[in-house]
Nanobody, 115 residues
């Protein structure tokens, strides 16, 4: 059974940092593209950052230069280092694992940035 478990969310002041972690119980983890999405109240879920099996990363324009996604295939972990946080970063952050015909989601972790 595939399971993605996020952790590391919380309340932080604007300008602060948080590091999100996603622990994946998934066979062949290394071949999955891993990503972080977020969903703010009343808004659609949006892609924040992704990292391919080969290590290529991509970021939304809103977080570029502030967030860094990384992965540890040996530990089956994905991380999102978030710096210079802004109130508009407040959302539930979800971990996603994706490969052709398969896509899995975690339950999400709340990030709240106070001004």
């Amino acid at each position: 059974q595939v399971q993605l478990v996020e952790s590391g969310g919380g309340l932080v002041q604007a300008g602060g940092s948080l590091r999100l972690s996603c622990a994946a119980s998934i066979t062949f983890f290394s071949i999955y593209t891993m990503a972080w999405y977020r969903q703010a109240p009343g808004k659609q879920r949006e892609l924040v950052a992704g990292i391919t099996s080969g290590g290529t990363t991509n970021y939304s324009d809103s977080v570029k230069g502030r967030f860094t996604i990384s992965r540890d295939n040996a530990k089956k972990m994905v991380y999102l280092q978030m710096n210079s946080l802004k109130p508009e970063d407040t959302a539930v952050y979800y971990c996603n694992a994706d490969r052709p015909r398969y896509s899995y989601w975690g339950q999400g972790t709340q990030v709240t940035v106070s001004s």
